[in-house]
């Protein structure tokens, strides 16, 4: 390394605020950090000391089964976005202070915890890695695979069991942490015929399936219609590939009837039938009821997180906020460590609003609407840092709103399947446009915003078809829409630099407004993970 | 062979939505019901004052209105009918039937309710939540889902009488007209069919875009001619082939087959023969709507059933039509922006081939075919591709 370049870094860790900004710390084209985020002593310590605690639970996984992870990241291309985890965490909490800083690492770390014990038991029992293993047999006839989008709630019905969400670790997670881990899979599904329009998530997992690149696992699948069209029709590619016996959970459409949730409920009891039919294990009501409560209790610290935005001082937003909700809302309803994780996150986040602190620049309170971009995870975080765009509330995070009921089995039954119904994307997405368009204009109010951003997600057909209501509507309101295009997750469609540009023409041009951190306006992220 | 009997005044009926037997119906005191898909139950809604207006939108021009409301990655016939809707061309229609089973379908109706589009002051709609897969259960839904979506809004605000005889009558009527399909059906067996592709499709959209009770004598009159006609000398047909996917209301696609002198002998599409043109055979002891609905659910063949077992049907009755109609390949069409039939066709294309040993074309076309270059090439070439594989096993 030339002295010159020796000099430069070194003055950069010693003397960070000679820097004009965050971008000075990218470097070109992968925009990976020469070095950590100064964030002033006592934040950037915690920072430090929470990442240090996320290499210690990455080493103490690959510790416990080395030769098998090992053979993990040889066996499947999704593998090696597990190793750029640590700069996927960094990403996420890119100018972050205070209790916002506090709650992603917490939120964060929890994730990775949970993550890491998910792969230990899929890659335990996987019959690719372990061909003719007798303990892997073993392990399979209690792994109940279930399609992502269907919450773990079921599961916990059979204790003795693992619940394992099909898609999540090989494709959903690896599309976030990695923008580039899903190009090869839907150029696969291209390749086989799939035409370029569908929407990349279901594509992708189309993608894995004609790869044999899921692993293979399980006694029996569950799969359902959600959350749109392009996810009941890759079920059929999977269910081809993958040869698990499947049962199909219809969970219904219009989910504010009343009239369909007989129906709901009805399938809700054929899927338990259908596990515990290859399972051999009987629902356990007693350990289900618990689950229940434990949810309700998460989902109230949610409701807790969501009264906090609406404050002047909004602690808990971007990426920390939603995507956790998915995680949790998903994979981990339910567990009492992760109801620790909530009520610990919460404290923070009151605290620092009770203290009338707010440790960032807040120009603007914005609504995002439409489904987030997943190979642009710290978009809100760009938002904020570039432009002083908080986006106190989104659609993607406001789902699963009502209580279970547990003072029955009946009741129980009716409230995991309403939960269900309004699951992650489904509760807007589904129901009727009314759900999609009048419910963006009361959250708007609500939250007192005073712009919205649009995803304008090109291959999601649903929205797509009433994108005229949004325009007119807004324009009815006298509401500031800035339409950003995305392609879900499909970065060789629309970059994060193309989401980038919507963003900065419209706070120039429409806004008016000049941006908090100049440097960060415009930058190269291509070939970043 | 000579023009066939009244299919001059079909294309002229089929020039408009709202045709001259449409016109005719409402001057009647009918009240029409607009409706896009198979999961509606045709026969059951052509009862009493009622009658079906299976929605096209013909000579379908610039699509910009659409556009800016729907986007321009929405299926074609979706966005078509919006823009058709927004110029007027539905107004005769009282009722819309939806469901909400594609997602791009259901949203021209929330559109159409939304902007208030419909200048029509009784216009109403109603849309079902119909389920993937058959089970008991779900026929219960889709039964209950029927009534209230469908049937409470007809009869109470229109007066449609839906009681057990009034049902009864028009499944009678709807059973009469799909005797004339069966009929004409097996001419298309014949080997040198007296009919051809278009003609069939002409035939088929008349009976699904005209009250059944108007369209019916014509149809009629129709077969009587078929049954006389006089097939050319020498079969013009170089191969015969069954059509499955998505729908089509352009009969300009068959003409595109035709010139490559490709027979269909089978048309497994949404607006085709099958499943939809076949007699619903009624018993005595349960009500008449219960067992429509039950035949409409469980006969579907849409690829949005997603168990194994309807997926496994689907081919099934597919190998079956080709069996039956001696057909010696598939086409499998997609309308662009279908995801249902995007996925079908990805992967049947590949099963039928190699599983069920027949020779598949996979395509995706636009709403208007007319004119479409591309198609006429892929066609022409899989003609070729059946003849060699005619010719390698030793035919000719």
Known sequence: MKTDKIKELAARYLCPSREKGDADRYQDGTAIEIHREWRGLADTAYDYTQWCKLWGTLIKWVAAHPVQDVKAIWRYRWMFSYLTVPSFFDRLTQGQKGAALRATRNNLNYLAEHVTENLDIILSADMNLHPGSKKAEE??????????????????????????????????????????????????????????????????????????????????????????????????????????????????????????????????????????????????????????????????????????????????????????????????????????????????????????????????????????????????????????????????????????????????????????????????????????????????????????????????????????????????????????????????????????????????????????DPTLVDFDDDQSW | MKDLKHIRYYEDLLELADNELVRKAKEEGGVAVGYTCYYIPEALLNTGRAFTVRLRAPNTGSLDISQYYMSSFICGYSRALFERAFEGGYNFMDFYASSDTCQQMVRVVENLHELDISDNPNFTYGIIDSPLKISEHGIKLYIEQVKKEYIKPLSEKFGVDFSEDSVRKAIAEHNEMCAVFEEISEIRKEDNPRITPREFHILCMV????????????????????????????????????????????????????????????????????????????????????????????????????????????????KKLVDDYKADGIIYEQAKFCDFWGYERTLNTQVMQEEYGVPTLGIDREYVVRGSGQLSTRVQAFMESLEIKTIQKGGH
């Not at chain 1, 293979?216 to 040869?243: A, E, F, V, W, Y």
């Not at chain 1, 439409?370 to 995870?377: D, E, H, I, L």
């Not at chain 1, 090109?458 to 500031?480: D, W």
Request: charged share 25%; glycine share 6%; proline share 5%.
């Open chain 2, 207 to 318: 009976s699904y875009c005209c009250p059944t009770g108007l369209i019916l004598p014509y149809l009629k009159e129709t077969l009587e001619d078929l049954r006389n006609r006089e097939a050319d000398a020498v079969s013009p047909w170089r191969k015969r082939v069954v059509v499955v996917g998505s729908e089509i209301d352009d009969y300009a696609f068959d003409e595109i087959l035709e010139n490559c002198r490709c027979y269909v002998a089978a048309d497994r599409y949404c607006f085709g023969a099958f499943p939809g043109r076949q007699q619903i055979v009624l018993n005595d002891e349960e009500p008449a709507i219960d067992q429509v609905c039950r035949y409409y659910l469980k006969s579907c063949q849409c690829p949005r059933f997603m168990s194994q077992e309807k997926v496994q049907e689907r081919r099934d009755y597919l």
């Open chain 1, 139 to 516: 392990l399979n006839k209690k792994i109940i695979c279930t399609d992502e989008l269907l919450p773990a709630l079921i599961g916990k019905g059979f204790p003795n069991c693992k619940q394992v969400l099909y898609q999540m670790i090989p494709m959903y997670l690896p599309s976030l942490i990695n923008q580039h881990s899903p190009v090869h899979y839907i150029g696969q599904s291209e390749i086989h015929g799939l035409p370029a329009d569908v929407c990349p998530l279901p594509s992708f997992e189309a993608g894995l399936a004609i790869e044999d690149d899921f692993p293979k696992i399980g006694c029996c699948m569950l799969t359902s219609n959600m959350p749109c069209d392009g996810s009941i029709m890759t079920t059929m590619i999977q269910d081809r590939r993958i040869g698990l016996p499947t049962n199909v959970l219809n969970v219904p459409l219009r989910w504010l009837r009343d009239e369909v949730q007989e129906y709901a409920v009805a399938e809700f009891e054929e899927a338990i039938k259908f596990i515990e039919d290859h399972t051999g294990e009987k629902f356990d009501w007693d350990a289900f009821k618990q689950a229940c409560e434990i949810w309700n209790q998460q989902n109230e610290c949610k409701f807790e997180k969501w009264e906090l935005n609406k404050t002047a001082i909004p602690p808990h937003t971007g990426a920390a906020a939603w995507l956790y909700r998915i995680f949790e809302h998903q994979k981990v309803c339910g567990e009492p460590k992760a109801l620790a994780n909530d009520r610990k996150v919460n404290a923070i986040l009151q605290k620092q609003v009770a203290e009338g602190k707010c440790p960032k620049t807040i120009k603007h309170r914005a609504i995002l609407w439409n489904t987030p971009c997943n190979n642009y995870a710290n978009f809100n975080n760009w938002l904020l840092e570039c432009w002083g765009v908080d986006s106190v509330v989104e659609m993607i995070d406001l789902h699963g709103d009502m209580l279970i009921d547990t003072s029955s089995h009946e009741s129980m039954l009716l409230g995991a399947a309403k939960m269900y119904q309004t699951s992650t994307m489904r509760a807007h997405t589904k129901g009727g446009y009314e759900q999609m368009v009048y419910t963006l204009w009361e959250k708007y109010e609500e939250y007192d915003c005073d712009m919205l951003i649009m995803f304008d997600q090109i291959s999601c057909k649903g929205v797509g078809a009433i994108s005229g209501l949004f325009e007119e509507g807004a324009r009815a309101r006298g509401i500031k829409m800035c339409t950003v295009r995305q392609d879900l997750m499909d970065p060789t469609s629309i970059t994060r630099r193309d989401m980038r540009r919507d963003v900065n023409i419209f706070m120039q041009t429409v806004m008016g407004e000049t941006p908090v």
